[in-house]
């Protein structure tokens, strides 16, 4: 079946607009997980979704990051006014249950300039 | 702090050679787990090893857990060039959820 897909894979935007950043899991998978990835750097836990609560949203940096999931499908993203730090890759993974094997998306590759 | 920290951050080797990588964690976990990055992109799950597990097999890799030590080593056989990736492990602790960290990374090249 389908893997993990995010949308857009790159972004280029502006300091100061708005972004959204959009996550497809793989169907059946209750949880979802979002993570920031500076260059050369580690995986930065954002915020963990069980279905379309968000139990654990203790990652998010600041209030200028929130993100939503419907049901347990489509995530999304939302960076607002975007500042030159916010650059890095942005992954999601889902999986089947809570600390189980997670599976990747590609990423989306954001820049702000 | 990071739950875990792999080491080294670094490691070159010559393909066929072996590659060992090493993990150190701070808290008691259920399970960790070992991924691998290409080029910078999205992860790929190797192997999970619970906490009362001392050691796990797949294929070309074997990963061994020390509970006491709170460390885990993951050591990949006979290196293709197609290993040359960054590995990561992560930790799930219990805490309302399994909460899942990743360390900071090992990035093995293998040279032809």
């Known amino acids: 079946g389908a893997g993990v897909s995010q949308s857009p894979s790159n972004k280029v935007t502006e300091k100061g607009k708005d972004v959204e950043l959009r996550c497809d899991p793989i169907s059946g998978h209750t949880a979802l997980y979002w993570y920031r990835q500076r260059l050369g750097q580690g995986l930065e836990f954002l915020i963990y979704f069980q279905g379309n609560s968000a139990p654990d949203k203790s990652g998010l940096p600041s209030d200028r990051f929130s993100a939503e999931r419907t049901g347990e499908s489509v995530s999304t993203l939302t960076i607002q006014r975007t500042q030159q730090e916010d650059s890095a890759v942005y992954l999601c993974a889902s999986s089947t249950y809570r600390g189980n094997e997670q599976f990747f998306g590609p990423g989306t590759r954001l820049t702000v300039l | 702090s990071q739950q875990g920290e792999e080491d080294p951050q670094a490691l070159s080797i010559q393909e066929g050679e072996n590659a060992t990588m090493n993990c150190s964690y701070k808290t008691s976990i259920n399970n960790l787990q070992w991924y691998r990055q290409n080029s910078g992109r999205g992860l790929v799950h190797l192997i999970l090893?619970?906490?009362?597990?001392r050691e796990k097999h797949s294929g070309r890799l074997r990963v061994t857990l020390d509970t006491s030590k709170k460390s885990s080593s993951l050591l990949i056989t006979a290196s293709r060039a197609a290993d040359t990736a960054s590995y990561f492990c992560a930790t799930a602790v219990s805490g309302g959820y399994q909460k899942v960290t990743f360390g900071t990374g090992t990035k093995l090249q293998v040279i032809p």
């Open positions: 090893i619970r906490s009362n597990e």
